[in-house]
């Protein structure tokens, strides 16, 4: 794995360091870890244990395990985050600027590649990626050995055409045809974005219609809205609302009485956006227009956010909506959530674990660490709950029992 690990850091001239991988693509027989805190994932704090891992997947937790292959105490030791919302193959392109469907093919995978890798570098080791074609080939090369998190992925998205049009039986069509694809979500914009007003793009009637379909094929659907679309969204039994800038407190408290999931962003995507204007601006929608819109209304980002969480009973999952020059810090979502928000940071973190599983229909595989759970184990330096900038030093990553970085100090094997 080394070896191909610096062919491809090579071909992206990115430096992985002395220890950013140190296991191979196959899962050892049994690997011990010892740790004296544990964050399960589900709001518990578990001390002094000993995590057994065979063939993959967690065993037990047993305090008196022998043969401890990794002594992580002195650090929290947690499950893998997950992201339910990013576009793992958006970056920047040999120019340094946001690459588009101009650049060769080979250049994008390249591209999204290098995004899988910081992704899982920077600790999640699953990601929901909601927008991109593409993504399927690389969530396959993924499952046979290329570095990076689980992916999940929509496919290309379902757009609105903002008037109406749109007969059920082509609506239909749209979510079969991305079943025959391969997706495993249902991305669908019922609104435009924010840089060119947020005004919706299918009616409640509409989304009922897609989100019965998905329904009726096993799958979950994934809505970008704002304002009132949210309420639509929720309506029509869609699974997830993403975004909800600009909604007011009843249509949020729809979402919660649907039961479906809420995630709001307020750490990352649009600070990113902001820090990078020059890489961005003139392409596409990115005018200096849409970044005035951006600037002025993140505080409305955090209102939602604010309003969410003042809504009992509604489901807030971990997304960081991470495009170009994002990817590897979805962590900062945390700051967000907590900072401008007021999440508690175990909340915050559950949202990013076992909640963000639950969404995703995986929540008795991934996002916990307990028995017959998957290996996706992180570490950080330092305590996230009393210091939340410990979410931005991860030290240890492991992936289904594989570990792609352990960047502490040397392991001694102990009983």
Known sequence: M???LGLFAA??????????????????????????????????????????IENGKIAQLDPKAAGV?????????????????????????????????????AESSLGAAENAWRTLLGGFTTVQSVGEASDKLLRDAIVTGLPGPRILTSLEPIFGKGDSTGTPDELRAMVRQRVLDGADVIKIFASKSMRV??????????????????????????????RASIRDAASAGCTQVEHATYAAAADVQMVAARGA????????????????KSRYLGIGNYTEEGFAIMARDLPEDYKICRIALATPGLKIVFSTDATAGAHGRNAEEFFGRVQECGQTPMAAL?????LAAESMGMGDK???????FEADIIALDGDPITDLTAVRRVVFVMKGGVVYKWNGRPTAARE
């Open 2 to 4: 080394r070896t191909f």
């Open 11 to 52: 071909a992206i001239g990115l430096s992985l360091g002395p220890f950013q991988s140190v296991g191979g693509q196959t899962p050892a027989a049994r690997v011990v870890i010892d740790a004296d805190r544990v964050l399960n994932g589900r709001g518990q704090v578990l001390r002094d244990t000993r995590i057994v």
């Open 69 to 105: 292959t990794y002594d992580l105490r002195g650090y929290t030791v947690l499950p893998g985050w997950i992201d339910t919302h990013v576009h793992i193959g958006s970056h920047f392109g040999r120019d340094g600027r946001y690459a588009t469907d101009r650049e060769p093919p």
């Open 197 to 226: 007003g947020a005004g919706p793009t299918l009616t409640e009637g509409q989304l009922k219609v897609l989100c019965d379909e998905a329904k009726a094929h096993g799958l979950r659907t994934l809505v970008h809205a704002y």
């Open 261 to 276: 999931y809420f995630s709001p962003q307020v750490g990352l995507v649009i600070q990113n956006y902001l820090e990078n």
């Open 350 to 354: 559950v949202s990013a674990n076992s």
């Open 366 to 372: 991934i996002g916990s660490i307990a028995p017959g």
